[in-house]
């Protein structure tokens, strides 16, 4: 969406982390979901932030910053199945019903 | 575990056929949306509805139609179709007061020649 903004593409080595940003401009915040998509799979929900701070969730951890209008996805320990597609999704004040306001995803690919 | 199954998986029609695409989640959601999700654009809302017999334009409705006729089914029809209506479509559900957690079905292959 265009107030959801990912880089489209990141790379990283197995074993190592992989950091995934998203920024996300909106009049009312209220909420970032992280969605994990494989090729030519539905996307699966991962994680849901709405204080500032770092949510430590284990292999992966989300970070928030409403002030600033960012967040990332913190892929720890990598493994190759962790290359997938990562969407970042806001949920706005306003529009509560339609739900979440999707950006158009980062892809991880993880090599040994 | 949310179960939202849809039908068919793949389709391919010609210009100007009709097209019905069919939706079912078994775990009583009160939402239901239907997305399509292309290269360059990711997921775009076209409709959703919060109930059997509701429905709400989402931000790409323009050539579809849907009708949720229980709180089971929600389909996704396309009249005319046409090529640009070739994508990837996505179903999801959610419970009342959870926004921030759909669920997705597998996805409906749409081509349109």
């Known amino acids: 969406g265009q107030g959801v903004e990912q880089p489209a593409k990141l790379m990283s080595v197995e074993g190592t982390f992989a950091r995934v940003n998203c920024t996300y401009s909106?009049?009312?915040?209220?909420?970032l979901s992280w969605y994990q998509q494989r090729e030519g799979q539905a996307p699966v929900f991962l994680s849901y932030v709405v204080l500032d701070g770092l949510k430590d969730s284990g292999h992966f951890s989300t970070f928030l910053s409403r002030s600033n209008g960012y967040s990332y996805l913190l892929l720890t320990e990598l493994q190759i199945k962790d290359s997938a597609s990562y969407l970042c999704a806001v949920r706005e004040k306003d529009n509560y019903a339609q739900g979440l306001t999707f950006g158009l995803g980062t892809r991880v690919s993880v090599f040994p | 575990e949310a179960a939202v199954t849809q039908s068919p998986r793949n389709k391919v029609t010609v210009t100007g056929g009709n097209v019905t695409l069919s939706c079912r989640q078994t775990n009583s959601h009160n939402y239901m949306y239907w997305y399509r999700q292309d290269t360059g654009h990711g997921l775009r809302l076209i409709h959703y509805s919060y109930g059997a017999g509701n429905l709400q334009i989402g931000d790409v409705p323009d050539g579809y139609k849907a009708t949720r006729t229980t709180q089971e089914d929600f389909f996704l029809l396309l009249e005319l179709a046409s090529p640009s209506q070739t994508s990837l479509y996505f179903c999801a559900s959610r419970k009342l007061g959870v926004s921030y957690e759909q669920y997705f079905g597998p996805g409906t292959r749409l081509t349109v020649l």
């Open positions: 909106t009049s009312g915040f209220n909420g």
